[in-house]
């Protein structure tokens, strides 16, 4: 389950999304962010974000981003 996304910049260029949850399924997030960036260049409309996700179907969402630029900052255990 995903509690939070938070999307926020550092220095002068760097941005970040963070996204907390209870566990993530292999390639989850790369698939969010993939999806994401369709939405930046216009690829898809933010508007499509709920069907996507309510398909349950992968093909529905945008190509799987490369995993350089996307790192584990932290795990917190309950």
């Not at 907390?20 to 260049?41: C, E, K």
């Not at 981003?65 to 917190?76: C, I, K, M, Q, T």
């Amino acid at each position: 389950t995903i509690h939070d996304i938070a999307f926020g910049s550092m220095f002068h260029d760097v941005q970040y999304i963070e996204i907390h949850a209870d566990g993530f399924l292999r390639h989850m997030v790369r698939s969010m962010m993939g999806t994401l960036m369709d939405v930046a260049i216009g690829k898809k409309d933010p508007e499509d974000i709920p069907s996507i996700i309510a398909a349950k179907d992968r093909s529905k969402a945008g190509q799987t981003a490369p995993a350089n630029g996307l790192f584990l900052w932290d795990v917190f255990y309950e």
